[in-house]
């Protein structure tokens, strides 16, 4: 039972080069989400998807952009990294109806360095 | 936009002994969910527990548990007989509608 994978776990940049980090979920989840993890500000939200070809901007969207065209895989896009960019980033699904609650299943976390 | 403070960066206890963790939240809505969630080194996000806004009684999970005070939007967490294995970094989070907002988190040391 896999859960939420996230690929890949580690990966180094330079400055303006491109990336795609991939978010797949088995759980026929609706609902999938990009976070970014930096030091002292928890987890701030970047993008969502409430669905199969939908997605919406969070709190953190510029710089990023992310495609829902399955429903089990979610994709962020870096189209030009920038050191502000180095963080961790946390994948997450969920369903929303009851009684399920809202509770957010989160993958392992990719670590991205821009050099 | 709602917000989630979390106004303690470090907490530390003995084991044994019982420990709270503080969060705030600002919301306009009336019907939310709100989390703990904890993150070991290991970086996995682990689901301590959950509160529905409807509910006035406090979600109760073993050693977890929380006080909800709904007008006051506060939601501190209490760790009971503190063990080793809970020193962790520790997220409130706060979930109406679509989206989920996380707090800066607290950093819990556990002393032998």
């Known amino acids: 039972n896999a859960g939420v994978t996230q690929t890949p776990k580690f990966r180094v940049l330079k400055t303006g080069q491109s990336m795609t980090l991939l978010c797949a979920q088995d759980?026929?989840?609706?609902?999938m989400y990009w976070y970014r993890q930096d030091p002292g500000m928890g987890l701030r939200l970047i993008h969502y998807?409430?669905?199969?070809?939908?997605?919406a901007k969070g709190e953190v969207p510029d710089g990023y952009n992310v495609s829902r065209l399955k429903k089990q895989n979610f994709l962020l896009g870096l189209e030009s990294a920038a050191p502000s960019q180095t963080s961790v980033y946390f994948c997450?699904?969920?369903?929303?109806?009851?009684?399920?609650?809202?509770?957010?299943?989160f993958g392992e976390g990719s670590r991205l360095t821009v050099l | 936009a709602q917000t989630v403070t979390q106004s303690q960066p470090e907490m530390s206890v003995q084991e044994a002994e019982t420990v709270t963790l503080s969060c705030t939240y600002d919301t306009s809505e009336s019907d939310y969910y709100l989390f703990w969630y904890k993150q070991p080194p290991s970086r996995q996000m682990i689901l301590v527990i959950r509160?529905?806004?409807?509910?006035?009684q406090n979600a109760t999970e073993n050693r977890f548990s929380v006080n909800f005070q709904k007008a006051a939007k506060s939601f501190s967490l209490k760790i009971s007989d503190s063990q080793l294995g809970d020193a962790a970094m520790y997220f409130c989070a706060y979930r109406s509608n679509n989206d989920m907002r996380f707090g800066a988190g607290t950093r819990l040391t556990v002393k032998p």
């Open positions: 509160q529905e806004a409807y509910k006035q």
């Open positions: 998807s409430v669905g199969e070809g939908t997605t």
């Open positions: 759980m026929n989840h609706e609902y």
């Open positions: 997450a699904s969920s369903y929303w109806d009851s009684p399920n609650t809202g509770e957010l299943f």
